[in-house]
C-alpha cells in the first residue's frame, strides 16, 4: 500500500522567512513518481512539480526547491523568501506504477502555510 | 482554453436527491479521474478510467456511478444523496505519469 505523511498539519511565518515543508512517502513500486500541489483559498489545484524515483537531483525554480532523498523516502519543499501568495495548503502526492495503482495519485494530508505580511 | 472543465461549480440540494456531475478535458489524455476531498481538506481517490475502461474503483458506496461516454468525458452521477455525500468532488486527467490536471472542484452540499 502507498501513504504519504506530511507531519506538519499548519505552519504560520512571518513574510521573507523561509520555510520547508516536510513530506514522507512509503511505497513498495521500484518506479513511482512524486509530486507537489498548491491549494490556494479559491480551491484549485495547481501543480508544483513532478519527481520520479530514478532522479534525486534536487530542483530549484524560483523561490521554490525541492529535496528528493531517496535513502529517507522523504520529498521536502522549501519556499525561500516566502510572500503572502504562498499562503495556501500544500499536498505532497505519490503516484506508483500503472499495474499496481492505476497511475491513482496517493495524497498526504496537506499542510496549511500562513506567511503573514 | 479550460484544460479541465467540470460542472457546476457548486451544487446545493436535499439529502434523497439524485444528482450528476460532468466533467471534460481538452488535453488528449486517456486517463480520467474523480477525487473527493472531504470538509478536513483530506484528497481521496474514487474513480479512475483509462480509455473509457475503468481501472480504479475505490471503496466508494454504489450509489456513485461514473460514467465515461468518450476518452474526453468522465461524468459522476449520484443517487439517494446523504449528509456525508458534502464535499468538493474533483476531477482530473492524465497520461500514465505525468502531472494531473484538476478541475476546479465542484462543492456539494446537501441540505
Known amino acids: 500500500a502507498q501513504k504519504v505523511t506530511q507531519a506538519q498539519t499548519e505552519i504560520s511565518v512571518v513574510e521573507k522567512e523561509d520555510v520547508t515543508l516536510d513530506c514522507v512517502y512509503e511505497?513498495?513500486?521500484?518506479?513511482?513518481?512524486l509530486f507537489w500541489y498548491k491549494q490556494p483559498p479559491s480551491g484549485e489545484l495547481v501543480f508544483l512539480i513532478r519527481?520520479?524515483?530514478?532522479?534525486?537531483q534536487n530542483e530549484i525554480s524560483g523561490r521554490y526547491s525541492w529535496n528528493f532523498q531517496k535513502s529517507t523516502s522523504s520529498f521536502n519543499f522549501t519556499i525561500t523568501a516566502s510572500q503572502v501568495v504562498d499562503s495556501a495548503v500544500y499536498f505532497c502526492?505519490?503516484?506508483?506504477?500503472?499495474?499496481?495503482?492505476?497511475?491513482?495519485?496517493?495524497f498526504g494530508e496537506g499542510t496549511q502555510l500562513t506567511v503573514n505580511p | 482554453d479550460t484544460a479541465v472543465s467540470q460542472t457546476p461549480k457548486y451544487l446545493v440540494t436535499q439529502m434523497g436527491n439524485d444528482k450528476s456531475i460532468k466533467c471534460e478535458q481538452n488535453?488528449?489524455?486517456?486517463?480520467m479521474y474523480w477525487y473527493k476531498q472531504d470538509s478536513k481538506k483530506f484528497l481521496k481517490i474514487m474513480f479512475s478510467?483509462?480509455?473509457?475502461?475503468?481501472?480504479i474503483n475505490e471503496t466508494v458506496p454504489n450509489r456513485f456511478s461514473p460514467k465515461s461516454p468518450d476518452k474526453a468525458h468522465l461524468n459522476l452521477h449520484i443517487n439517494s444523496l446523504e449528509l456525508g455525500d458534502s464535499a468538493v468532488y474533483f476531477c482530473?486527467?492524465?497520461?500514465?505519469?505525468?502531472?494531473?490536471?484538476f478541475g476546479d472542484g465542484t462543492r456539494l452540499s446537501i441540505l
Open positions: 502526492a505519490l503516484s506508483g506504477g500503472l499495474e499496481t495503482s492505476g497511475s491513482r495519485l496517493t
Open positions: 482530473a486527467s492524465s497520461t500514465w505519469g505525468a502531472p494531473q490536471h
Open positions: 511505497t513498495r513500486d521500484t518506479t513511482y513518481y
Open positions: 519527481r520520479n524515483s530514478f532522479d534525486e
Open positions: 488535453l488528449g489524455h486517456d486517463t
Open positions: 478510467y483509462n480509455n473509457k475502461e475503468l481501472i
